[in-house]
């Protein structure tokens, strides 16, 4: 393990949802081994506020949230990245910046919750699912012995980890 958390890009096209609720997941849950972040190719320059107030009600520090451009990333002086995973099948298709250190990659997809219209029950619903699917991905990487997995296990294994959504009781 290196001397330092793991640093963990999500990337979705808006970062207003999705990758934003991945980055507060992962760093309650992985705090101490994992260091999380967030960005978009396009970003909506705002969180979602639904996503927001479901983080809120459910107790996780949402102050340093916030919509940006993945350019913050493949600068000069930016955290060095570990992994970085797409929660979002546009981003996953789009020509990412080249990121300096060679970080891991996989797509972990996910249904857009801020694309759901309609009852605010539905919308809510949506978002709770995001949370769910995010969650159940993110506790199976955090329980990967990161730092004794050759490369192409772990990369095989994030890729697995990709395909697993929460399992509802």
């Known amino acids: 393990m290196p001397d330092r958390p793991y640093n963990v890009l999500f990337l979705c096209t808006g970062n207003s949802a999705r990758s934003i609720l991945a980055e507060a997941l992962l760093n309650k849950i992985g705090k101490g081994k994992f260091r999380a972040y967030s960005a978009g ?3 909506k320059g705002a ?3 639904h996503a ?3 983080l809120r009600r459910l107790g996780f520090e949402t ?3 916030r919509s940006k451009s993945w350019d913050e990333f493949a600068q000069a002086g930016a955290p060095h990245l570990d992994f970085i995973f797409t929660v979002c099948d546009n981003a996953a298709s789009e020509v990412c910046p ?3 250190g060679q970080p891991m990659t996989a797509h972990w997809g996910i249904p857009d919750p801020a694309a759901v219209e309609g009852d605010p029950k539905d919308i809510q619903d949506a978002f709770r699912q995001a949370l769910g699917d995010l969650q159940r991905r993110i506790e199976l ?3 990967l012995p990161v730092n004794s997995l050759d490369h192409m296990a772990l990369k095989k294994r994030v890729d697995e980890i990709g395909n697993t959504l929460r399992q509802d009781p």
Request: hydrophobic letters at 45%; zero cysteines; glycine letters at 0%.
């Open 141 to 143: 990487f955090t329980n």
């Open 47 to 49: 969180v979602n506020p």
């Open 52 to 54: 927001l107030a479901l």
């Open 63 to 65: 102050d340093d949230l």
């Open 98 to 100: 080249i990121w300096p």
């Open 41 to 43: 190719s396009q970003p």
